[in-house]
């Protein structure tokens, strides 16, 4: 089974029906906050720019992290909580970034690769369909849909651990709105037909969110602003 996942400096430009979304924690274009609150039912992954920013993907690239850099990082600040790091490089990369992984010791079955080969065919890359070194997740094109916008086609390894869903809101929520802290937790604020603003949020990333002793979702109150 596979997954489409897109992403875009422009966040506008992703579906509003995505089944997985990635985003930059830093850099000029830092999308991780915004892409998780917009798209809280999706499947995310957090994307460093450089050897020394936290994420579960590094991207290995020109202008950003060198393949060399891959191991270090791996040991020191990518994120394990979500499944198996991610290592982003061009097609022609991959082994580059694979050699470098393996002289430090790491082994292959213990990250991911994401490839970038713009074929305009959706793909995962193969020694036997497009001639690349194997990935488990292909970068196929970024003009999907005609707009500035990267999709990737990821197999079933990608993602692992399943989006919490939303917690039921109380009776007589009027609006609601999903932010994200710097840890990845998401917040979920609520607008009461009183006037009265209340949230939640999660315990840990992607984890369950706040409850009471007796186990009912545990909405703090943040006023009424009206007042």
Known sequence: MTIVMYDSITVSEIPANAPAVAGYTGGHW?????VQAKFPAAQHLSIAI?????GRCLDCEPGDATPSQAPGWFNAHADHSHGLPVLYAS???VNEVVTAMSHAGIARDKYLIWSAHYTFHEH???PSGCGYPPADATQWTDKAMGRNLDQSLCS????TIHPTPLPP?????MAIAVGS????????????????VKHIEQQKPNGEWWKDNKGHYHWLTLGNPSK
């Open 50 to 54: 450089s050897a020394s920013s936290w």
């Open 169 to 173: 809101t109380p009776e007589g929520t």
């Open 30 to 34: 830092p999308t991780w906050n915004e």
């Open 181 to 196: 802290n710097a840890d990845g937790r998401l917040a979920v604020f609520i607008e009461m037909a009183s006037g009265e």
């Open 156 to 159: 079933d390894k990608f993602f």
């Open 124 to 126: 995962i890359c193969s």
């Open 91 to 93: 097609a022609s990369a």
